[in-house]
Structure formats: C-alpha cells, structure tokens
C-alpha cells in the first residue's frame, strides 16, 4: 500500500479538472513540500488506492496547465509534472516538487506552509529553517 507521508501526497483528478478544480489547494500542498523536503503530489489516485483506474486516460494538456497555474500561483517552488502508465495500464500525473534550498517558498497571496507527515501545516517564515 502506497501511503501518504512526509514526501509522497495523492489527489484526485478532481483537484485540476472541472468545475471542482481547486488549484489555490494544490498550490498550498506544492509550497508545503518545497518548504519541507521536495516530494511527490500523484494526481489521479484516490486515497485509498495504490493505482489510478485502469481506463483512466490523462489530458496532456494538463501538463502545461499544471506547470502554468502553479508557478502563478506560487513563489520559489519548482515543479515537474509528468504522465505516468501504471501497472494496470490506468494513467496518473506525477508531480514532482523541488525543495526550494535557497529561499523560503509560498503561496502569491503571501501564505506559506510546511509539510509534517502526511499533512500541510500554515507556517510563518520565521518557523521555516
């Protein structure tokens, strides 16, 4: 069983497509991880799965659309999204994100936040070292 930690998030499609898009949150879970140690968003498996279903098919114009919408909505948070095949044959996007060594990372808006275990916790720039 894939579980979520301190590295490794899941998220449904939900959160990039649609009407229920909410990317402020995955832009939050993104600076969360640069904050802490880098890590890994899986976009399109559920939380209690370890993979996507197996007819799932990923626009890759989510692609870019992930790469535009986080770095507009973030500061100092590098990223690399890519389509992944799982076993089944289902697709996923992985999105890697860089832990930002140099400078303090956070949302356009001014909020910053830190991973601990599996979940993202609202920080002050002072708390992150």
Request: some cysteine; proline content about 5%.
């Amino acid at each position: 069983m894939m579980k979520e930690n301190s590295i490794l998030d899941k998220k449904s499609l939900s959160i990039i497509e649609g009407k229920t898009a909410n990317w402020k949150e995955l832009a939050k879970d993104c600076v969360c991880f640069a904050n802490s140690f880098g890590g890994r968003i899986n976009i399109g498996i559920e939380d209690e799965e370890d993979l996507p279903k197996p007819e799932q098919k990923i626009n890759p114009k989510l692609i870019e659309d992930i790469t535009k919408k986080i770095s507009s909505l973030t500061i100092n948070v590098g990223i690399a999204p890519k389509i992944i095949e799982a076993s089944n044959g289902g697709k996923y996007i992985e999105l890697s994100v860089f832990r930002s060594s140099t400078s303090i990372a956070s949302t356009t808006d001014g909020k910053y936040y830190m991973r601990v275990s599996d979940d993202c916790k609202p920080v002050l720039p002072d708390d992150i070292e």
